[in-house]
C-alpha cells in the first residue's frame, strides 16, 4: 500500500471512529437502554447499537448505524437516524465519490451521486 493510500485510510478510520462516537453520545430518553459504539479498525467496522429494556419490558437490541471501510471507501450499511451519517461523513472530509451508501441494491447506487462501490 503507498503512503496516500494509507494516509486516506488512516484519515477514514480517524473519521469513522469520531462519528461513530458521536452518534453513540446521543442517549435514549427512555427505559434502561444503553448505547455503545463497536469500533473495529483492524477488520474496518463501526457502529453504533442500542441494547437494554424500554419502558413497556420488551428487550431492544438494534443497530443504529454501521459503517465499513472497503476499498478504501466509507460504505453506510445501515442508518437508521434522524442526521444521515452520509452528512457527518461529508462535514468531516470525507468526498461523496468515497462514501457507498450500501443499504441501496447495486444497480440503484449510481443515481444516489455517491459511490456506486
Given at each position: 500500500?503507498?503512503?496516500?493510500?494509507?494516509?486516506?485510510?488512516?484519515?477514514?478510520?480517524?473519521?469513522?471512529r469520531r462519528?461513530?462516537?458521536?452518534?453513540?453520545?446521543?442517549?435514549?430518553?427512555?427505559?434502561?437502554?444503553?448505547?455503545?459504539?463497536?469500533?473495529?479498525?483492524?477488520?474496518?467496522?463501526?457502529?453504533?447499537?442500542?441494547?437494554?429494556?424500554?419502558?413497556?419490558?420488551?428487550?431492544?437490541?438494534?443497530?443504529?448505524?454501521?459503517?465499513?471501510?472497503?476499498?478504501?471507501?466509507?460504505?453506510?450499511?445501515?442508518?437508521?437516524?434522524?442526521?444521515?451519517?452520509?452528512?457527518?461523513?461529508?462535514?468531516?472530509?470525507?468526498?461523496?465519490?468515497?462514501?457507498v451508501l450500501?443499504?441501496?441494491?447495486?444497480?440503484?447506487?449510481?443515481?444516489?451521486?455517491?459511490?456506486?462501490?
Amino acid at each position: 500500500m503507498d503512503k496516500a493510500m494509507s494516509n486516506k485510510l488512516a484519515k477514514y478510520r480517524e473519521i469513522a471512529r469520531r462519528v461513530v462516537t458521536e452518534y453513540a453520545s446521543y442517549k435514549l430518553s427512555y427505559g434502561d437502554i444503553k448505547t455503545e459504539a463497536v469500533i473495529d479498525p483492524e477488520l474496518d467496522h463501526y457502529e453504533v447499537i442500542h441494547s437494554g429494556w424500554d419502558n413497556r419490558g420488551f428487550r431492544v437490541h438494534s443497530v443504529v448505524i454501521h459503517l465499513d471501510i472497503i476499498n478504501d471507501k466509507v460504505w453506510i450499511q445501515h442508518d437508521s437516524t434522524d442526521w444521515p451519517v452520509a452528512d457527518a461523513l461529508l462535514e468531516a472530509g470525507v468526498p461523496k465519490e468515497d462514501i457507498v451508501l450500501g443499504f441501496h441494491p447495486a444497480d440503484v447506487r449510481p443515481l444516489t451521486g455517491f459511490a456506486a462501490a
